[in-house]
């Protein structure tokens, strides 16, 4: 049975479902349909500040740069 990709706007897509996974794994669609793996890393919550003055929490993600090499790419 297909699983259904759900994309998001810049083109990529979640691969592990699990809600307490930490990287979680994706992949970006790539213009000629190859697809590329990433990692996402959740760091936790910051405080920021709107210009109007207001505080919220921001979620704090960092998708480290990696070297891509023929091999991770299919």
């Keep these: 049975m297909a699983v259904r990709k ?3 706007a810049d ?3 979640l691969i592990s479902n699990d ?3 930490n990287p979680k794994l994706g992949a970006k669609v790539l213009s000629d349909g190859r ?3 990433y990692l996402d890393f959740y760091l936790g919550y910051e405080m920021a500040v709107s210009k109007t003055g207001k505080e919220y929490k921001r979620v704090n993600i960092k998708r480290p740069d990696f070297v891509t090499q023929k091999a991770l790419i299919f």
Aim: zero cysteines; glycine letters at 0%; aromatic letters at 16%.
């Design 35 to 37: 697809e590329s793996l």
């Design 11 to 13: 083109n990529t897509y």
């Design 19 to 21: 809600s307490t996974d």
């Design 6 to 8: 759900n994309y998001r």
